[in-house]
């Protein structure tokens, strides 16, 4: 670019010399213009310069790195600056790497995992007779509860009596007084939940008795809180046992499985929400909604599930065993909302083992603060997920005295190779050889897979008596089970655990029974035998549920199976019970394909 001078024009100076002082201004306007005249020949000089540097810039620049880096070449620095480049990018590749297989584990951790950095703080607790002794109608075993205020109130049902009539009870929070106590006809309240605008407790019982059959309700109970009588019922299509209302959103909504139904003012169903089944889901309870959150609350085990509103997982809790006195949680009933993080659980356990007092604790849970927050917007596929497996190896046969699991060097004795199965953080698949292993015992262990062989090769992985207590989850596959006399009444016992035998024998061995468990939920699944037991082939006691899924042959037996205590058999097909002997005792239920016959 180019200046062009300044200059003063001489016809001008008439107008400054018209002044007393013009001619000096005149004077001093040129040598302003002189001196600007200099600076545009400086500018102009500089541009002119730079014109002609920039284009010999472009070549001589560009002949000397070539010629630079065609030394370097030659010379092999070039090989080393690239190499050293190559070797940071890789190495940042890799963290990258490495922090995406962190996130991967730590989102497995959380969905599969559950957390269990926390402890219950214990609020209240309610003690009521249970009738165990003599069959009298005595409610004391809590179902379902709500929050209205600083009261809690909840249903108390009689536990051995076909009865629907159940006792409502009112306590405060604060005081820990009970405030009222009415009965009211609900059946299996099996969940309850205030709705503030309206001033009404919505009861979602499961089941009820019809002609002293015990049958799905199909129902919401509406009561009236103010005076905690019955105004109406409602029919659903659907059965329902947990029930929650969102206080930020104002939603309400109900459950059936992991099904979860959004209704509207006159209980109309509006939306419908999947939610994901974890392998660990346990036996369905209460529900609340929070946040825009469902909440789950399960039994054996006993864990919280939490999920989106399009029914994702992004959380799961691990419920501790609240010990008192030698006391335990036997059921979670439901959990319900405090606000800011914090929730109420309810739980219910016998006093002792007479079974003659039901203990009602509730506690509070700040989930917020004691555990990592819920992580929002985590949308997981679980098609994709695969839990993390520690794999262990066990052979009767291997000489070797360096055992550590390992392939190369198998433990001896499954129960060595149980004794370390110790972080809940995993889950453990024990692959066993054939052979004669000794009594096996799992007391309080995580999720642990036994793996012998196959429906026609499990003889070969005999295993003298199992006992499972308050453990996870255990799944045996292709095992036969012998008779211990240290078991006492059948060479396969389970107590408040969750297991599913596949392809698996026992041999009662003239024992009272194959199969004895309590507070348990098994599965049977692929082809099962049980043969050679004094009484029944299988008894559950103590709420217990037995699902066969499979074909399970009953040979040689007193008979097929019994029921006690609220204990639930049901045989699908291609299973059949055939006509064998079977009894139930206080409120047990057999089905065989979706019908009652005891």
Same mark, same amino acid.
């Given at each position: 670019m180019k200046f062009n001078k300044l200059d003063?024009?001489?016809?001008?100076?008439?107008?400054?010399?018209?002044?007393?002082?013009?001619?000096?201004?005149?004077?001093?306007?040129?040598?302003?213009?002189?001196?600007?005249?200099?600076?545009?020949?400086?500018?102009?000089?500089?541009?002119?310069?730079?014109?002609?540097?920039?284009?010999?810039?472009? *070549?001589?620049?560009?002949?000397?790195?070539?010629?630079?880096?065609?030394?370097?070449?030659?010379?092999g620095v070039l090989d080393d600056i690239i190499g050293l480049a190559l070797d940071n990018i890789k190495a940042t590749v890799e963290g990258f790497e490495n922090r995406v297989v962190?996130?991967?584990?730590?989102?497995?951790?959380?969905?599969?995992?559950?957390?269990?950095?926390?402890?219950?703080?214990?609020?209240?607790?309610?003690?009521?007779?249970?009738?165990?002794?003599?069959?009298?109608?005595?409610?004391? &075993?809590?179902?379902?509860?709500?929050?209205?205020?600083?009261?809690?109130?909840?249903?108390?049902?009689?536990?051995?009596?076909?009865?629907?009539?159940?006792?409502?009870?009112?306590?405060?929070?604060?005081?820990?007084?009970?405030?009222?106590?009415?009965?009211?006809?609900?059946?299996?309240?099996?969940?309850?939940?205030?709705?503030?605008m309206t001033g009404e407790i919505l009861c979602t019982p499961s089941s009820k008795y019809v002609e002293g059959e015990f049958v799905n309700a199909n129902e919401i109970v509406v009561i009236d809180y103010g005076t905690l009588t019955i105004k109406k019922r409602v029919t659903l299509p659907y059965n329902a046992n947990a029930i929650g209302y969102d206080r930020?959103?104002?939603?309400?909504?109900?459950? &059936?499985?992991?099904?979860?139904?959004?209704?509207?003012?006159?209980?109309?169903?509006?939306k419908t929400v999947s939610c994901d089944v974890l392998p660990h889901s346990g036996v369905g309870q209460g529900m609340c909604l929070d946040n825009g959150y469902i909440y789950m609350n399960k039994s054996f085990p006993e864990v919280l599930h939490v999920y989106d509103s399009n029914g994702k997982i992004v959380r799961t809790y691990q419920i501790p065993r609240y010990t008192e006195q030698g006391n335990y949680i036997y059921e979670t009933e439901s959990i319900k909302p405090l606000g800011d993080g914090k929730f109420i659980l309810g739980a219910v356990h016998y006093k002792d083992r007479t079974l003659e007092t039901a203990v009602v604790d509730f506690f509070t849970w700040d989930i917020y603060n004691k555990t990592p927050a819920i992580y929002k917007n985590m949308a997981v596929d679980l098609s994709r997920h695969n839990d993390r497996t520690i794999r262990l190896y066990v052979d009767s046969t291997y000489s070797g005295l360096d055992s550590d699991g390992s392939e190369n060097k198998p433990y001896k004795d499954i129960q060595d190779a149980i004794n370390v199965c110790n972080n809940r953080n995993f889950k453990y698949l024990i692959n066993i050889?054939?052979?004669?292993?000794?009594?096996?015992?799992?007391?309080?262990?995580?999720?642990?897979?036994? &793996?012998?062989?196959?429906?026609?090769?499990?003889?070969?992985?005999?295993?003298?008596?199992?006992?499972?207590?308050?453990?996870?989850?255990?799944?045996?596959?292709?095992?036969? *089970?012998?008779?211990?006399?240290?078991?006492?009444?059948?060479? *396969?016992?389970?107590?408040?655990?969750?297991?599913?035998?596949?392809?698996?024998?026992i041999d009662g061995e003239g024992a009272g029974y194959c199969l004895s468990v309590s507070n348990?939920?098994?599965?049977?699944?692929?082809?099962?035998?049980?043969?050679?037991?004094?009484?029944?082939?299988?008894?559950?006691?103590?709420?217990?549920?037995?699902?066969?899924?499979?074909?399970?042959?009953?040979?040689?037996?007193?008979?097929?199976?019994?029921?006690?205590?609220?204990?639930?058999?049901?045989?699908?097909?291609?299973?059949?019970?055939?006509?064998?002997?079977?009894?139930?005792?206080?409120?047990?239920?057999?089905?065989?394909?979706?019908?009652?016959?005891?």
């Open positions: 003063v024009p001489y016809q001008w100076k008439e107008y400054f010399t018209k002044y007393p002082h013009g001619y000096t201004i005149f004077e001093a306007l040129c040598n302003w213009t002189k001196q600007v005249d200099d600076m545009v020949d400086n500018v102009n000089d500089w541009n002119k310069y730079l014109d002609e540097f920039v284009n010999n810039f472009k *070549f001589e620049l560009r002949e000397e790195v070539t010629k630079t880096l065609t030394e370097w070449k030659n010379d962190d996130v991967e584990q730590n989102i497995k951790g959380i969905i599969s995992h559950p957390e269990s950095n926390f402890t219950l703080s214990h609020l209240l607790r309610v003690e009521g007779q249970t009738g165990a002794d003599d069959g009298d109608v005595k409610h004391g &075993w809590m179902q379902g509860f709500c929050i209205v205020g600083d009261n809690i109130v909840f249903a108390r049902e009689a536990k051995n009596v076909k009865t629907n009539t159940v006792k409502i009870t009112e306590i405060s929070m604060s005081s820990q007084q009970i405030v009222r106590e009415v009965y009211l006809e609900l059946g299996h309240a099996n969940d309850m939940e205030y709705i503030p930020e959103t104002g939603e309400i909504a109900f459950r &059936w499985g992991h099904t979860v139904y959004y209704i509207d003012d006159e209980y109309n169903i509006t050889k054939p052979g004669n292993y000794g009594f096996v015992s799992m007391i309080t262990t995580p999720r642990i897979s036994l &793996w012998g062989g196959s429906a026609t090769t499990n003889g070969q992985y005999t295993v003298r008596g199992i006992e499972l207590t308050q453990c996870d989850y255990i799944e045996l596959v292709g095992l036969t *089970f012998l008779y211990n006399p240290f078991l006492g009444t059948a060479p *396969f016992r389970s107590n408040d655990t969750h297991v599913r035998l596949a392809n698996c024998s348990s939920n098994v599965w049977f699944s692929g082809t099962t035998k049980l043969e050679n037991s004094r009484l029944e082939a299988i008894y559950g006691n103590n709420r217990s549920y037995i699902d066969v899924i499979g074909t399970l042959e009953s040979i040689n037996n007193g008979s097929y199976a019994c029921m006690a205590n609220g204990s639930v058999l049901r045989v699908s097909p291609p299973s059949s019970i055939g006509g064998q002997g079977t009894r139930v005792e206080t409120g047990g239920a057999i089905y065989e394909n979706n019908e009652r016959v005891k």
